[in-house]
C-alpha cells in the first residue's frame, strides 16, 4: 500500500487539547498499536471507557499514514450520541471545522465531505447501508467497530460481514474495540479458517483514579424515588462534582428531572452549588442531547439523568459520582407472538461496572448502586447479544438482498435461535418481500433500501398503490421520533385528550393532523409552543420527511393523495402492521389476534380512554402490563384483506 508510515508523530499534541490527548491511557500504547495494525488484519482492543480508544486510535492511524491514499478511517457506535459527539470531539483536537477532515454518518443527518473527510463516525446501522452499495468497503483503509460488547444486532452483522469482506481483502484492518468484550472468543471467530494469525489483542488501561462503590443494604422498592433521594443526599453532603444517573427510559428520566428541579437548590451543600439536571435519551434532539456534554457553568453541579446511552463510547467530563438503578430497556422478540416488546429488565454485572466506572475518570470518585451487593452478584456476568432476543425480519432481509441465499450458514458470531428465522422468512414472505422459493421479491429489494423498519418500508411501497404516499410519509416520520408533546409538570403524558389534533381514529391519524398543521404554520417554533408540541422533534420529523420523499424520488413512485382518506391510510398501515391487531375485552383490555394474550392501550394514545373494537398497534412496552404504543382503530374484515396468508378469516357475526 502506498503510505507514509510514521509510528514516532505525535500528530496535534499542541495546547491544552494536546496535554489532554497525552494524558490519555491510550497514548502510552501507541506505537504497539500501530505495530500490530501494519501485521495483523485483524486487531482487539480491550480498553475500559474512558481510555482514550474511541477518540485516539482513529487519530493515531490518520497521522501514520493510513488515509495518504485518500481512503477513509471507519468508525462505527452503537449509538448516534456517540457517533455525532465523538466526530465533534476529534475535530476539535485536530483545530478544524466538523465535516472537513472529520465527520459524522447517523440515519438522515451526514455531515461528511467526499472530498476531504478522512476519519468518518457512523452508526453500525449506517456502515451496513453502505456495505448494500459498495459490498468490498473499497473506500476504506481501516474500518474500527467500537464498544464491540454491546453486542447490538447491527454490530454482529457488521462483524460478520467484515469476516467475508477480509477473505477479499488481504488490505483492509479491522479494528475491534470494546470495554469489556470476549476478547480470545473474537480473535478466534476471526481466527478460524485462516492457517496463519491474522488476529491479535491488546489490553489498555482504563481507570485512572480510586472508585469507591456503594450498595443499599436491603432491596429498592421505587428506584425513581431512591434515584432522587440519593442525588439530594449526595448534593447536600459531597463536595463539587457533577452527577450522572442510570434511568430506563424517558418517562423515569422527565420525572427525576422535574423532581430535582423542585428541590431546593442549594439544601445543605457546604460549596454552596446549584443543582442543574440534564436529560440525555434517544428521542431527543442532537442538540437537546449534547447539552450534557457542555462544560458545567462556575456555581452549578449538574445532573445528566440519562438512559444507557450514557453507558459507553461517550465520556461526559466532570462526573464525580454515578447513581444507578440497576435496570435497562430492551428490545425482545417473542417468537411464539411474532411481536417485539420493550422490557424493563435488571443490567449485567459487565455494565454495572461500566457504569460504575463512569465516574473516577477525572479524581476519585463515588458510585452508588440502588440495589443490595447480594442483587449484584445475582446479575448475568454479561449482557444477552441482541440477536438471540429481538426479531431477525431486518437482518434476513438485508442478507438477502447482500445475496446470502441460506442465512442460516452466515458466519454469526452467535447463531440465533432457528425459531427467530422462520418467523422472520414468514413475515417478509406475507409482507410480499419474499417469494415462494426464498428470493427478494421486487417489493422485497426496494424494502431493503429503504432507511427504515421493513414493516414501515412495507407501509411505505404499498401507499403509492393505494393512492396515500403524500399520507403516509409524514406519519413514518412522526413514528421516527419521540417527545411529540411538552408535558407541564406533574403531568402524565396523555395530551393528545386535550389537543386539537387528535382524532377517534386513533394516534397515527392524529400524527398526520400535527404534521400537516406544523407544515401550515410554517413549522414556527412560536406556533408549537402555543400548542405544546415539541419544536425540535416536529423540525426532526419534517426533515425525515424530505429526506424520505428525496430517497423515494429515483423510484419514480406517483406521489399519491387520498385528501386524507382515514380508511385508506389505515388500511395500508395493516400491510406492515397486519401481526400487531387486538380485539376488545369487556374489562377494557384487549386480546391479541395472534396469540391471544392480554394487551392494554398505553396511557399516552388518543384511544386510552377509548374502547374500540379493533385495533393496530406499532409496538408493545412490557412494563407491569403489556402496553400498546401508537394505536389505531382498525375494521377486522381489513386483515385478510392486508394479509390473507397470515390470518384465518372467518366470518363473524
Not at 454515578?322 to 428490545?331: A, E, N, P, T, Y
Not at 389534533?501 to 412560536?526: C, P, R, T
Not at 424530505?546 to 395500508?572: H, M, N, V, W
Not at 409496538?619 to 390473507?644: C, K, S
Request: charged fraction near 20%.
Amino acid at each position: 500500500m502506498d503510505r507514509h508510515r510514521s509510528s514516532q508523530h505525535d500528530g496535534h499534541c499542541d495546547g491544552p487539547l494536546g496535554e489532554h490527548r497525552r494524558r490519555l491511557p491510550v497514548f502510552k500504547h501507541r506505537n504497539q498499536l500501530l505495530y500490530l495494525v501494519e501485521k495483523y488484519q485483524v486487531v482487539i482492543v480491550v480498553g475500559a471507557t474512558g481510555s482514550g480508544k474511541s477518540t485516539q486510535t482513529p487519530q493515531y492511524l490518520h497521522e501514520a499514514g493510513w488515509t495518504s491514499n485518500g481512503r477513509l478511517i471507519g468508525c462505527t457506535q452503537p449509538r448516534r450520541i456517540a457517533a455525532t459527539s465523538l466526530a465533534k470531539r476529534v475535530a476539535a483536537e485536530l483545530g478544524e471545522p466538523l465535516g472537513q477532515s472529520v465527520g459524522y454518518a447517523i440515519r438522515f443527518d451526514d455531515t461528511t465531505d467526499a472530498t476531504t473527510t478522512r476519519i468518518k463516525y457512523m452508526t453500525e446501522g449506517m456502515l451496513l447501508r453502505e456495505i448494500m452499495v459498495d459490498p468490498l468497503l473499497s473506500r476504506y483503509n481501516v474500518i474500527m467497530v467500537d464498544e464491540a460488547h454491546e453486542r447490538s444486532l447491527a454490530a454482529d452483522l457488521v462483524l460478520g460481514l467484515l469476516k467475508l469482506i477480509m477473505a477479499h481483502r488481504a488490505d483492509l484492518r479491522i479494528i475491534i474495540s470494546s470495554a469489556t468484550l470476549d476478547a480470545l472468543t473474537v480473535r478466534d471467530y476471526f481466527q478460524d479458517g485462516h492457517d496463519h494469525q491474522v488476529a491479535e489483542l491488546v489490553s489498555l488501561d482504563g481507570q485512572m483514579f480510586p472508585l469507591d462503590i456503594h450498595h443499599l443494604a436491603l432491596p429498592c422498592d421505587d428506584y425513581v424515588a431512591a434515584t432522587v433521594k440519593t442525588v439530594a443526599k449526595i448534593h447536600a453532603e459531597e463536595p463539587s462534582g457533577d452527577v450522572l444517573v442510570f434511568l430506563t427510559g424517558r418517562e423515569e428520566i422527565e420525572l427525576t428531572v422535574q423532581a430535582l428541579q423542585q428541590l431546593p437548590a442549594r439544601t445543605g451543600t457546604h460549596d454552596g452549588l446549584m443543582l442543574m439536571p440534564v436529560p440525555i435519551y434517544g428521542g431527543l434532539t442532537q442538540d437537546q442531547q449534547h447539552q450534557a456534554f457542555e462544560p458545567t457553568p462556575r456555581g452549578f453541579r449538574k445532573v445528566v439523568v440519562a438512559t444507557q446511552i450514557a453507558e459507553a463510547s461517550v465520556t461526559i467530563d466532570g462526573i464525580v459520582y454515578v447513581v444507578d438503578c440497576g435496570f435497562v430497556k430492551v428490545r425482545t422478540f417473542l417468537p411464539r407472538t411474532g411481536r417485539d416488546a420493550l422490557w424493563v429488565v435488571p443490567i449485567s454485572k459487565a455494565s454495572a461496572n461500566q457504569r460504575a466506572g463512569r465516574a473516577g475518570r477525572t479524581r476519585p470518585g463515588k458510585a452508588y448502586r440502588l440495589y443490595s451487593p447480594a442483587a449484584f452478584h445475582k446479575l448475568p456476568d454479561v449482557t444477552q447479544p441482541e440477536i438471540l432476543r429481538v426479531s431477525l425480519t431486518s437482518t434476513v432481509l438485508l442478507l438477502k438482498y447482500l445475496g446470502v441465499h441460506h442465512v442460516g450458514a452466515f458466519p454469526f458470531l452467535t447463531t440465533p435461535p432457528r425459531d427467530n428465522f422462520v418467523q422472520a422468512l414468514t413475515m417478509l414472505h406475507t409482507m410480499g418481500a419474499m417469494s415462494g422459493t426464498g428470493e427478494l421479491t421486487e417489493l422485497g429489494q426496494r424494502m431493503a433500501e429503504l432507511p427504515v423498519d421493513p414493516a414501515l418500508a412495507a407501509v411505505i411501497m404499498h401507499a403509492s398503490d393505494m393512492g396515500c404516499l403524500k399520507e403516509i410519509l409524514p406519519i413514518v416520520a412522526m413514528l421516527s421520533i419521540e417527545s411529540i408533546f411538552v408535558s407541564l409538570r406533574g403531568e402524565d403524558d396523555a395530551i393528545f385528550k386535550q389537543v386539537e389534533f387528535a382524532v377517534e381514529e386513533g394516534d397515527h391519524i392524529s400524527y398526520l393532523n400535527v404534521f400537516l398543521a406544523f407544515q401550515s404554520a410554517k413549522e414556527s417554533s412560536s406556533w408549537c409552543h402555543k400548542h405544546r408540541l415539541n419544536y425540535q422533534s416536529l423540525t426532526t420529523a419534517a426533515r425525515i420527511y424530505r429526506q424520505l420523499a428525496k430517497f423515494l424520488a429515483k423510484y419514480d413512485l406517483p406521489a399519491t393523495s387520498c385528501d386524507g382518506d382515514s380508511e385508506i391510510i389505515r388500511k395500508c398501515l395493516l400491510r406492515g402492521f397486519f401481526a400487531n391487531a387486538a380485539a376488545a375485552n369487556p374489562d377494557g383490555s384487549y386480546r391479541s389476534l395472534r396469540d391471544g394474550s392480554t394487551l392494554w392501550i398505553h396511557p399516552s394514545s388518543a384511544l386510552f380512554e377509548r374502547a374500540p373494537p379493533y385495533v393496530m398497534f406499532h409496538e408493545l412496552l412490557e412494563t407491569n402490563r403489556a402496553y400498546m404504543r401508537h394505536v389505531t382503530v382498525v375494521d377486522h374484515r381489513w386483515l385478510a384483506e392486508a394479509a390473507p396468508n397470515y390470518y384465518e378469516y372467518k366470518n363473524r357475526q
